[in-house]
């Protein structure tokens, strides 16, 4: 097998025994995270059986959709939203998980085909309140739900978070349960949601024990991430 079908598998098994004993009894999507790494990296974890990618730089995608129009990937974008990308983030991917203002959400909405379903959408929440991160604050995201759900073209999933980095177990866990907290009390509003997305290759299995359905994964399935050489 080769080296990233090894990582994968690892990693799935890893995900199936963190989920089996998570309180949540959810079932765990790996989305690999692609960014930086080459359109043949993205066709080998295809052809050993991963299908959902997520970008987090608009033009290094198209590229590399454009490369691999021959197969049916899943494409997610995972990175902050400029206005002006708006249509064509909208108009070349399946979800979008990094919705944090209503401005965003109409001009997407207004932006995606009518013949393509509903965008899949996630809102971006702040809970370490990073002011150099992406996300709406815990209390402004029931409003920004609201609006959400009012847009025909998009589909509100669920949250989506990056929580401050730390290799402390405990505060890892500690910004995981804020981000579920979020999505909980989303629930008891009434909203329909179903997708958490948290976890990354440090910290998937804690993320998981905190009710995560989707761990975005580049790393640990990837390896080092190369140095960037393409326009984002």
């Known amino acids: 097998m080769t080296t990233i079908s090894n990582r994968l598998q690892h990693i799935l098994a890893t995900i199936q025994s963190a989920q089996a004993i998570s309180k949540y009894q959810q079932q765990v999507k790996l989305l690999a995270v ?68 209503l401005k965003i959400a109409q001009r997407l909405n207004e932006a995606r085909p009518t013949d393509l379903a509903p965008l899949q959408v996630c809102i971006q929440v702040n809970v370490s309140n990073e002011s150099s991160k992406s996300g709406v604050s815990p209390h402004d995201l029931a409003s920004l739900a609201t609006s959400i759900v009012s ?43 179903d997708t958490l ?20 994964i580049g790393s640990a399935l990837f390896g080092a991430r190369p140095l960037p050489n393409i326009s984002r």
């Not at 983030?89 to 944090?100: C, K, P």
């Not at 401050?164 to 995981?176: G, L, V």
């Not at 997305?197 to 995560?212: L, P």
């Open 197 to 216: 997305s948290i976890g990354m290759s440090d910290d998937y299995t804690i993320a998981i024990a905190e009710g995560a359905t989707i761990v975005r």
């Open 151 to 193: 847009l025909p073209r998009l589909k509100l999933r669920g949250l989506m978070a990056i929580p401050a980095p730390t290799h402390d177990i405990n505060q890892q866990q500690a910004q995981f349960k804020q981000v579920r907290q979020c999505y909980d009390a989303l629930l008891t509003k009434g909203f329909t949601l």
């Open 34 to 101: 692609s960014k930086a790494q080459s359109a043949s990296a993205v066709r080998e974890a295809f052809t050993v059986g991963q299908t959902s990618f997520g970008e987090n730089y608009l033009q290094e995608a198209l590229d590399k959709q454009a490369a691999l129009t021959d197969l049916p990937i899943e494409w997610h974008f995972i990175g902050p939203i400029q206005s002006n990308k708006t249509q064509p983030i909208a108009q070349h991917f399946s979800w979008v998980h990094s919705i944090d203002r």
